[in-house]
T-cell receptor
Framework: AQKITQTQPGMFVQEKEAVTLDCTYDTSDPSYGLFWYKQPSSGEMIFLIYQGSYDQQNATEGRYSLNFQKARKSANLVISASQLGDSAMYFCASQGAQKLVFGQGTRLTINP | DAMVIQNPRYQVTQFGKPVTLSCSQTLNHNVMYWYQQKSSQAPKLLFHYYDKDFNNEADTPDNFQSRRPNTSFCFLDIRSPGLGDAAMYLC??????????????FGSGTQLSVL
């Protein structure tokens, strides 16, 4: 079974600041992937970044980076130089055998 | 260009009146998924198709059914919608099943209201 925990229901950040969204996971799969998705008010789930459980380096995609600490079972998302368009729900998810499981999400609001 | 298309964007139905939500994809992916997302909650997997093979989640109510007539299209049928079925329904696809690095592609969702 897989479980994703996102402990921050909401976060408020000033534009241009960096922000870290927390995610911890629990899984019995020996090999797994960790994903972050962005969901704006339009509803679509937008893939942001992926980290494999055996990857040696933390994943980066433009302004997004994933701070992966396997021993602590955490996979925090870091957004650098935040923009107004980053305001959205952010979901952490894990995938092992056949199923993508989401956390409860964090609502991020970027203030001008 | 949209690769996973859901219609309609908003759907209103009456309590107990059958409703069908549609999803199409241009990615030629083998797997299609339906997720239910209630307000301020995480998306929850209802079922998925791997090609023509249907895989139901153990806790998906019998009220929810699905059809996949061909690779491109998948439908979600709610036989007798209740007030508790009001939610966003998300369709997603992936090239293959399982695999830790299999990325899902999502549509924009259909927001279902039940009156």
């Amino acid at each position: 079974a897989q479980k994703i925990t996102q402990t921050q229901p909401g976060m408020f950040v000033q534009e241009k600041e960096a922000v870290t969204l927390d995610c911890t996971y629990d899984t019995s799969d020996p090999s797994y992937g960790l994903f972050w998705y962005k969901q704006p008010s339009s509803g679509e789930m937008i893939f942001l970044i992926y980290q494999g459980s055996y990857d040696q380096q933390n994943a980066t995609e433009g302004r997004y980076s994933l701070n992966f600490q396997k021993a602590r079972k955490s996979a925090n998302l870091v957004i650098s130089a935040s923009q107004l368009g980053d305001s959205a729900m952010y979901f952490c998810a894990s995938q092992g055998a056949q199923k993508l499981v989401f956390g409860q999400g964090t609502r991020l609001t970027i203030n001008p | 260009d949209a690769m996973v298309i859901q219609n309609p964007r908003y759907q209103v139905t009456q309590f107990g009146k059958p409703v069908t939500l549609s999803c199409s994809q241009t990615l030629n992916h083998n797997v299609m998924y339906w997720y239910q997302q209630k307000s301020s909650q995480a998306p929850k997997l209802l079922f998925h198709y791997y090609d023509k093979d249907f895989n139901n989640e153990a806790d998906t109510p019998d009220n929810f059914q699905s059809r996949r007539p061909n690779t491109s299209f998948c439908f979600l049928d709610i036989r007798s919608p209740g007030l508790g079925d009001a939610a966003m329904y998300l369709c997603a696809t992936s090239r293959d099943i399982a695999g830790e690095n299999e990325k899902l592609f999502f549509g924009s969702g259909t927001q279902l209201s039940v009156l």
